[in-house]
C-alpha cells in the first residue's frame, strides 16, 4: 500500500481512487486500508457469497465486486469500466458493507443527517423520497452523512461520498445537482455535499412513508427491531445481533407526507420541530 495520505469514505482509506478523490474525503490514520481496483470484462453474473474473509456481490448495473479481507482488496468486473463518478457512488456503498460486517461496524440502506450535533438515519422504500427529503435538508443547512448507505461505528457516523443523487423532478423542484447521464442502473443529478463538521453522534431512526397527510409519530420500541432488519446493509442476519438490538433501542419517528409538493416545505418543517424536541 502507498504510504501517501489518502482519501476514503464509510471509514474505509482507499487505495487506487485518485479519479474519484474529489468526490471522498481526507482518510482518518486508523481507517482500515483497502486497495480499489476495476477490470473490464465479462464475467458469469453469480449468487451472493459471504464468508469470514471474501464476498462476491451481484451488481445491479452489471458485473460483480469480489472483496477480499486478508488481501485488503476490492475487485470490481464491469462490462465497461467504471467511471470516478460511479466508482465512488454507487459503487463504494457494498464494500462498505461487506466491510462493515468484518470490522463489527454496522450498516444499513439508509441516508443519514445532521441536526446539530445529532444525526439521524432516514430509511424508504425503493422511490420512498429519502434522497429528495435529504436534498431538502441540505438546502436548509443540515450535513449530510450519506446518501444510502450509513455504517455506524458504534455511535460514530461514518461519512459516505460528498454526493447526493436526485431524480430528473426533484433536481428541477429543488433547483439542485447537475446533470450526469446514466449513472449505474438510472440516470442522475448530482449534488455535490460540503463536509461533514466533526463531533456528530447517532441519534436515531427516521422511517419515511407516503400519506394523504404530514405526520410525524413516535414509532414504539417494539416496532423499531423488525423495520430496522428490513434495511440492513447486507441481506443476512447480523453479525451481531445484540448490536441491532441496541441500536432499536434508540429513538424512532414515522415521518407520513403526501406525494407531490404542495406540502413539502411543510412536511420537513415539522419533521425538524419534532427531531429539535
Not at 219 to 244: N, Q
Not at 258 to 275: K, N, Q, V
Amino acid at each position: 500500500m502507498s504510504g501517501q495520505p489518502a482519501v476514503g469514505a464509510y471509514g474505509l482509506a482507499l487505495d487506487g481512487v485518485d479519479a474519484a478523490a474529489s468526490l471522498l474525503i481526507p482518510a482518518a490514520p486508523a481507517w482500515p486500508r483497502f486497495s480499489v481496483s476495476n477490470t473490464a470484462g465479462q464475467i458469469e453474473r453469480i449468487t451472493d457469497r459471504l464468508s469470514d474473509d471474501r464476498a462476491e456481490i451481484a451488481l445491479r448495473s452489471g458485473g460483480m465486486l469480489f472483496v477480499d479481507r486478508l488481501q485488503a482488496r476490492a475487485e470490481f468486473v464491469t462490462p465497461e469500466l467504471l467511471s470516478p463518478d460511479e466508482l465512488a457512488h454507487p459503487g463504494l456503498a457494498p464494500v462498505a458493507a461487506v466491510t462493515a460486517r468484518w470490522l463489527g461496524r454496522q450498516s444499513f440502506h439508509a441516508g443519514a443527517f445532521a441536526v446539530g450535533t445529532d444525526v439521524w438515519a432516514l430509511l424508504a422504500d425503493r422511490e420512498g423520497g429519502k434522497s429528495t427529503t435529504l436534498a431538502w435538508l441540505a438546502s436548509r443547512g443540515h450535513p449530510i452523512v450519506c446518501d444510502d448507505m450509513l455504517v455506524l461505528d458504534g455511535d460514530e457516523p461514518l461519512a459516505g461520498p460528498r454526493i447526493l443523487d436526485l431524480r430528473a423532478e426533484s433536481a428541477q423542484r429543488l433547483g439542485l445537482g447537475d446533470y450526469r447521464g446514466r449513472v449505474g442502473a438510472r440516470e442522475r443529478w448530482r449534488v455535490q455535499l460540503d463536509d461533514m463538521p466533526p463531533g456528530t453522534r447517532f441519534r436515531g431512526w427516521v422511517f419515511l412513508h407516503w400519506s394523504d397527510d404530514v405526520d410525524v409519530e413516535p414509532v414504539r420500541p417494539g416496532e423499531r427491531l423488525p423495520r430496522l432488519a428490513e434495511h440492513l446493509g447486507l441481506r443476512v442476519p447480523p453479525a451481531r445481533p445484540d448490536r441491532l438490538l441496541e441500536l432499536a433501542a434508540l429513538p424512532g419517528w414515522e415521518f407520513r407526507r403526501p406525494r407531490g409538493w404542495d406540502r413539502f416545505d411543510e412536511a420537513g418543517d415539522r419533521l425538524l420541530e419534532a427531531l429539535a424536541g
